[in-house]
């Protein structure tokens, strides 16, 4: 079970997936992405799961693609780099439109797809000494993985370009301040810090999160008009739902709410 490329395990409403081949920084490999999409799947569907971590485990959160396996070989065929691609858009598509909360813990350095994999969570906490490297450059490629779309909407084109054309890392503070992630912290706080983000949205309205990422979703194409008319259907939804009855009720009562998290 330790040698699973990605650790999975599952307790009190939270899955935890943790990038497993701490000697090579978690470069990412074939099986891995497979057994990570697996895991998102099942997770996604799952009704005990109701938050998603992703973690790395040792001293990075992932250096990228494993630039050992297999897919340049020196002297042999031409890649296409498409078809390792092929590997990681699903799991990139999967984490965004994943009907529940996914939050990465950055361990340490995230580089390359390991960023962009980051990236695509929705929120990021990194300890104070990881950094976030667009590692693509240094081999000639360009950021993947959703990285063009992300970085430019998260930082804004002039960082996004730095970033990208200088590869060069990017420390957990500055990452925040500049607003790539939602925190750094203290790397001795990062694993109570994640524990209780992730029992905060285990207790949440789930349903809740699933259409605030809707809405998220739209706003990235749509005109201030068409996301007035998404917020309306996705809000009428919300309303419908046991969570609102049970956050209003609890509100009015003070108390507590307790929220199941279901749709109806
Ligand atoms: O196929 C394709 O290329 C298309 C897909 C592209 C998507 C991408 O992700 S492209 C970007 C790929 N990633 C990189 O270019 C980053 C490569 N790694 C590094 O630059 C450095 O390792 C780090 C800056 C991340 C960390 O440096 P450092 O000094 O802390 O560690 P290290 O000594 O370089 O690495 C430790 C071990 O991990 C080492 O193995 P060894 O020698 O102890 O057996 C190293 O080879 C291994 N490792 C690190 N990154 C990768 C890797 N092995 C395979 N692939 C890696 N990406």
């Known amino acids: 079970m330790a040698n699973e490329p990605v650790l999975v395990s599952a307790a009190d409403g939270i899955t935890r997936l943790t990038l497993n081949r701490p000697d090579k920084l978690n470069a990412l490999t074939r099986s891995m992405m497979r057994d990570l999409q697996s895991a998102l799947e099942r997770a996604a569907v799952s009704p005990d799961c109701r938050v998603i971590v992703l973690t790395g485990a040792g001293r990075a959160f992932s250096a990228g693609q494993d630039l050992a ?40 350095i995230a580089a390359g797809a390991g960023t962009s994999l980051a990236l695509a969570c929705d929120l990021v906490f990194a300890a104070r000494s990881a950094s976030f490297m667009q590692a693509f450059a240094k081999i000639g490629l360009i950021p993947d993985c959703g990285s063009t779309w992300m970085l430019p909407r998260l930082v804004g084109e002039a960082r996004a370009r730095g970033l990208a054309m200088l590869a060069e890392p990017l420390s957990a503070e500055k990452a925040e301040a500049w607003g790539l992630i939602w925190k750094a912290v203290d790397d001795d706080k990062l694993a109570a810090e994640i524990d209780a983000a992730a029992s905060r949205f285990a207790a949440g309205p789930t349903y809740g999160f699933a259409l605030q990422k809707q809405a998220f979703a739209g706003s990235a194409h749509n005109t201030l008009d068409a996301q007035l008319d998404l917020e309306r259907a996705l809000q009428s939804k919300a309303g419908a739902s046991p969570d609102y009855e049970e956050g209003v009720g609890a509100f009015l009562a003070k108390r507590k709410p307790s929220f199941s998290g279901r749709e109806s």
Do not use: E, F, S, W
């Open 69 to 108: 396996d297999g897919v340049y070989v020196k002297g042999g065929p031409q890649p296409d780099l498409g078809l390792v691609l092929d590997q990681y858009n699903p799991v990139v598509r999967r984490i965004r439109t994943l009907p529940k909360p996914v939050i990465a813990a950055v361990n340490g």
